[in-house]
Each structure stands twice: as structure tokens, then as C-alpha cells.
T-cell receptor
């Protein structure tokens, strides 16, 4: 069964450093998302992406964040200058079409020290 | 803006028993979808069940079923014959069906423990 994959599974970085989190959505899916979950809290929406552009973004998704689909398969989230409060689990999700469920990747645990 | 409320932070159930997790939501939309996701200790988000708002019939998936009360804006999850592997966080989620690429809005979750 096709699945969403994410790399790395765990990333440790120092405050102020740039990180890139990578996702490979399910191959025929058209809609892509990034969410984050701070430990012990609910899952929060960051950004949605369709047709090579951002569809919607939350207040969390400020100028430090960017997304890209550099080729036909990868979908990346970049944090330019990480802060301690960026420590969280980051989930990528994709879906085939409107009204369909979103499938989540296994997540990347980001630890900022 | 839509909101999703899960009023039970933690619940426990004996193995083989039945448990119901509550979820209410607030929206002015008429077309939307509701989901339950399971998050085991591995923290993977796994879709359990979905419900389209325009369908009156409650969704079922094996031991999992929902009680969808549209007028009351309630969407509870019933787990029958609970198994140890059902131990996880359960998140209720809402998705607007009218807009384009809309995200999921999650509740805060209910931590379910199945006891042997």
C-alpha cells in the first residue's frame, strides 16, 4: 500500500540553524500539507500546497518557514533560523482530491537545542 | 473559524469492553467531513474512520463506529471489543468541504488506555 514517507525521523539542531524536513507524498496525490505537534499538545496546521503554490497558511507559518516541491516527488519544509519553540513533531500529509482523507507520514521529530 | 472539542483528556477501558470517545465541533458550514485519527506511542497518525456530513448513516469500520448527530454537532467514536493495541491518543478532526485545499482542524485528543 502506498504511503507518505518523511526524512529524517529525528533531527537535532542548534538554535539559529536552518533545517530542511523532507517528505515524499503518495505519488498520485495532488494536495500537500505540513502540520506540527508540540509534545503533549494537539496537531496544528502549518501550510497547504497545491499546483506548485501555497493554498493556505496559518499564523504559525511566518517568514522563517518556506515550502517547496523541487521535483515531482519531494515536498520540503524549511525553517530558516530555528528557535527553541520550533521543537516539535512535524507531519507531512497528502490527499488525492478534495473530500478525500489526508494520509500522514510518520513524522520528523525536530529538537532545537 | 471551526473548532473541535474533545472533553475527555483521558479514558480507560477493560480489554474486550466497549468505550465511547466524545467530540463536538462548531461550524457554520453545511458541507464538511469528520475524522477520527489514532496516534499510538510511535506518534504516527493513523486514520480510523471518516464521516461525510451529508450522509445520515453512521460510518463503521470493523470494531469502530461513530454516532454522528449533525444537529447537535456531535461526533463520538465507539470502540467495541477493545484490544490492547487500541491504546493510543485519539484525535477528532474537522475538514471544511466547501473551500479548496482546506486543512484539518484537530481537537486536543483523548488518551485511551486499554487495560488487560
Amino acid at each position: 500500500e502506498p504511503e507518505v514517507t518523511q526524512t529524517p525521523s529525528h533531527q537535532v539542531t542548534q538554535m539559529g540553524q536552518e533545517v530542511i524536513l523532507r517528505c515524499v507524498p503518495i505519488s498520485n496525490h495532488l494536495y500537500f500539507y505540513w502540520y506540527r505537534q508540540i509534545l503533549g499538545q494537539k496537531v496544528e496546521f502549518l501550510v497547504s500546497f497545491y499546483n506548485n503554490e501555497i493554498s493556505e497558511k496559518s499564523e504559525i507559518f511566518d517568514d522563517q518557514f518556506s515550502v517547496e516541491r523541487p521535483d515531482g516527488s519531494n515536498f520540503t519544509l524549511k525553517i530558516r533560523s530555528t528557535k527553541l519553540e520550533d521543537s516539535a513533531m512535524y507531519f507531512c500529509a497528502s490527499r488525492l482530491a478534495l473530500g478525500h482523507e489526508q494520509y500522514f507520514g510518520p513524522g520528523t521529530r525536530l529538537t532545537v537545542t | 473559524a471551526q473548532t473541535v472539542t474533545q472533553s475527555q483528556p483521558e479514558m480507560s477501558v477493560q480489554e474486550a469492553e466497549t468505550v465511547t470517545l466524545s467530540c463536538t465541533y462548531d461550524t457554520s458550514e453545511s458541507n464538511y467531513y469528520l475524522f477520527w485519527y489514532k496516534q499510538p506511542p510511535s506518534r504516527q497518525m493513523i486514520l480510523v474512520i471518516r464521516q461525510e456530513a451529508y450522509k445520515q448513516q453512521n460510518a463503521t469500520e470493523n470494531r469502530f463506529s461513530v454516532n454522528f448527530q449533525k444537529a447537535a454537532k456531535s461526533f463520538s467514536l465507539k470502540i467495541s471489543d477493545s484490544q490492547l493495541g487500541d491504546t493510543a491518543m485519539y484525535f477528532c478532526a474537522f475538514m471544511n468541504g466547501n473551500s479548496g485545499n482546506t486543512p484539518l482542524v484537530f481537537g486536543k485528543g483523548t488518551r485511551l488506555s486499554v487495560i488487560a
